[in-house]
């Protein structure tokens, strides 16, 4: 199985070799510290070095899988946040009334807060309830407040109630400038298939699903990928499910690797390469209002999560906007048919316009 962290450990070993952290002063790899120190560099100032590429269109990311737990909240704010100190404007929507998402970047959730409620239920444009994030000035985030939990039965009656949050997200992307435009939209589910995760699912282009190495992974799954079908079939033919992310891999048990087989011989590509380990600074940062990428950099956790947001990044290069691949049943003005502007120069990544 690859070694998330392998590709960060070469790069800086090539370092090594260059006489580059020699210079600084620093002792060799031998010693872990310095080791840390030296990813957590990496980590924090990243965009500088390696920024990711932007992607063929706006990705609006549906995270969900029904079972609670299994790393929804985790995967969204920590891939979120990745992108972002890599140079990629995203917008965390927390779709929980749990509010996890928020708390884990930091964002007020508390009653009375401008939240993604207000745009679902009332009349809020998500720009009224959009905040920023401390880390990334490039990552911001609609919070979710314990308001949201009567949204599933408030939801019923309204208008259109499965498009909400689609019509929230086109018309607010729409009216931003293309520099401003989010590249990605990362939406974190609860751990239901009920209405929210339904808007979650008609407001996404495709759908991101982790998977805990853990017994009993795969149950429910089925339920999951008829609901997509579902949606595909009747309110959102352009969804599907593009990527599946490994979590809470144990490599000191033979469970985590027999529950990583049958998942890739199952969905094969689909699966990042990149695995995330369970390691306790992923499960501790949230207790901080921090992502691992901010609380402890150099951890394997974050190591891996950066690498997992650069292998959905790259294969985000080659989309077209849907409006050209789907011919028929896709709205007029597709969100992700949209430019995005690219305010960060992203060296020898073709522009939109050039790779069509
Ligand atoms: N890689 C990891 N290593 C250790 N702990 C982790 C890891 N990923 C997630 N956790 C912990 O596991 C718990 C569940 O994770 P998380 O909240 O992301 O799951 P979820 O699918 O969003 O849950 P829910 O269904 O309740 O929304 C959390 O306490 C989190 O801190
Ligand atoms: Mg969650």
Redesign the pocket.
Known sequence: MTDPGERLRSSLAADQSSGGVSSSGMADFDSPIAMEALRATRVLHAADQDPFPAPGRIRVITIA?Q?????????TVNLGVALALYGLRTLVIDL?P?G?ASTALGVEHTVGTPSVYDALIGDSSLADVVHPTTASPLLRCVPATIDLAGAEIELVSVVAREHRLRRAIEAHITALPPEERPHYVLI?C??SLGLLTLNALVAGDEVLI?IQCEYYALEGLGQLLSNIDLVRAHLNPGISVRTILL??YDGRTKLADQVADEVRNHFGDLVLHAV?????R??EA?GYGQSVLTYDPGSR?STSYVEAARELAERGVGLSPIGQIEDSGTPPVPVTALPVGDAVPYPGVPRKQESQ
């Open positions: 899988n079972k609670g737990g299994v790393g929804k909240t985790t995967s929980d749990q996890n974190d609860p751990p982790p979590t809470m995330i380990p369970r390691n306790v992923v499960s949230p956790g």
